[in-house]
T-cell receptor
Framework: AQKVTQAQTEISVVEKEDVTLDCVYETRDTTYYLFWYKQPPSGELVFLIRRNSFDEQNEISGRYSWNFQKSTSSFNFTITASQVVDSAVYFCALSEAIIQGAQKLVFGQGTRLTINP | DAGITQSPRHKVTETGTPVTLRCHQTENHRYMYWYRQDPGHGLRLIHY???????DKGEVSDGYSVSRSKTEDFLLTLESATSSQTSVYFCATSDRGNTEAFFGQGTRLTVV
């Protein structure tokens, strides 16, 4: 069965520090997708990134970067120069094919990130 | 972002009563999903739909049913609400199987 583990339940840092959120996954599929979502205090889920299993290139988007390593089944997320607005719960998720092209998302338990001024 | 509207946004109901949550999308996405979010569990799939009138169970479907009579609407019904169904419910949609899912704003349901 698919599984996503976010071992860090809560992280607290001071503004401008760099912070890395860990995500480890388990799957038997050879083709799969990994995602990160952000849930700010307002409660909605905001899509951040999708990565397919064949693309191991790291990705950078502004202060955000993602490191996908298939060899260690990890998809870690780094925020550089953190800001108070980055405070949120972050979820890593893994796609699992179901039927007729539908994809179930298997979520980790989330990491609550607090950025202190 | 996909236009996804969940209603109601908040609801308090009594044990044993039926409750229906509505998800409405304006993006003509084929796939729709209902998840519940609980502390320590992340989000878990309740039911999903891969087309009008085509639905199936997810991993935590007991006590829930769904219907999709139009592309844009996906209803989640708690047949007889229990306290264990107190949760935040999220609807999600995607237009293709391997694309990202977009989520509604969530419905906070409290069963007393």
């Amino acid at each position: 069965a698919q599984k996503v583990t976010q071992a860090q339940t809560e992280i607290s840092v001071v503004e401008k520090e760099d912070v890395t959120l860990d995500c480890v996954y388990e799957t038997r599929d050879t083709t799969y997708y990994l995602f990160w979502y952000k849930q700010p205090p307002s409660g909605e889920l905001v899509f951040l990134i999708r990565r397919n299993s064949f693309d191991e290139q790291n990705e950078i988007s502004g202060r955000y970067s993602w490191n996908f390593q298939k060899s260690t089944s990890s998809f870690n997320f780094t925020i550089t120069a953190s800001q108070v607005v980055d405070s949120a719960v972050y979820f890593c998720a893994l796609s699992e094919a179901i039927i007729q092209g539908a994809q179930k998302l298997v979520f980790g338990q989330g990491t609550r990130l607090t950025i202190n001024p | 972002d996909a236009g996804i509207t969940q209603s109601p946004r908040h609801k308090v109901t009594e044990t044993g009563t039926p409750v229906t949550l509505r998800c409405h999308q304006t993006e003509n996405h084929r796939y729709m999903y209902w998840y519940r979010q609980d502390p320590g569990h992340g989000l878990r799939l309740i039911h999903y739909s891969y087309g009008v009138k085509d639905t199936d169970k997810g991993e935590v479907s007991d006590g829930y049913s769904v219907s999709r009579s139009k592309t844009e609407d996906f209803l989640l019904t708690l047949e007889s609400a229990t306290s264990s169904q107190t949760s935040v419910y999220f609807c999600a949609t995607s237009d293709r199987g391997n694309t990202e899912a977009f989520f509604g704003q969530g419905t906070r349901l409290t069963v007393v």
